[in-house]
């Protein structure tokens, strides 16, 4: 997961060629097509991901609420790719954890990553990766033994729906996991998998 190594093509749409590995079962665009640093920040600075948002903080309790009912009191986490809004942060400062923030383009402090954590949060992120093998790589490498990284995005469930899916057409996602995807990063780095609710995974290292 996923090097690029086993990949059949998939669909072409929009003009855009869409790849599958044939080891992790994600869904890849063309490394030739990937989005610029500048195309993804200017897409980035549109998102209306407001901290104090009701329906936002509501969005994010999919996966906030699972996560704490997993975590003992006073835990250290860091929020990857936290974006400009870090309302999950936010929403896990209050219910007692310490909190650190790591984003490429809002929060690129690297200091950030000089530490281990009890754990890693990564909303809405990892369908962004260019690179999801080395990512994955390192949030796992940020996770003290025994520590939970947090995940969500949309699955990829039905190949059939995929031409015509909303999440596809944002032109910054561009890497898309089925449940097997996690099930193979889970073997791959040596953590265990598990999804408590749509569109969540939680990965343990174990």
């Known amino acids: 997961m996923c090097l690029r190594n086993s990949l059949a093509p998939f ?10 590995c ?18 993804q920040l200017q897409k980035y600075q549109q998102h ?10 509501e969005f994010l309790n999919r996966l906030a609420a699972p996560l704490l009912a997993e975590l003992p009191a006073n835990q250290v986490g860091l929020d990857f790719g936290c974006g400009p809004g870090p309302a999950l942060a936010d929403m896990l400062s209050q219910a007692g954890h310490s909190m650190r923030l790591y984003d490429p383009f809002f929060f ?9 954590f009890d754990f890693v949060t990564c909303t809405e992120v990892a369908e962004h990766f260019h690179q999801p093998h080395a990512e994955f790589k390192r949030m796992v490498a940020l996770l003290k033994p025994g520590g939970l990284l947090a995940l969500m995005t949309s699955f990829q469930n039905d190949d059939s729906r995929f031409a015509d ?21 889970a073997a791959e780095f040596g953590l265990t998998c598990e999804i408590p609710c749509k569109n969540v995974a939680f990965l343990r290292k174990k």
């Open 108 to 116: 690129p402090d690297a200091t950030a990553l000089d530490q281990q």
């Open 165 to 185: 899916w909303h999440y596809r057409r944002d032109p910054t996602h561009v890497t898309f996991y089925k449940q097997e995807t996690f099930d193979f990063i």
């Open 22 to 39: 044939c080891q992790c079962q994600a869904t890849l665009v063309s490394a030739a097509q990937l989005p610029s640093h500048h195309t």
């Open 11 to 20: 669909l072409q749409k929009d003009g855009l060629n869409y790849l599958r």
């Open 48 to 57: 209306q991901n407001d901290p104090l948002d009701a329906r936002y903080r």
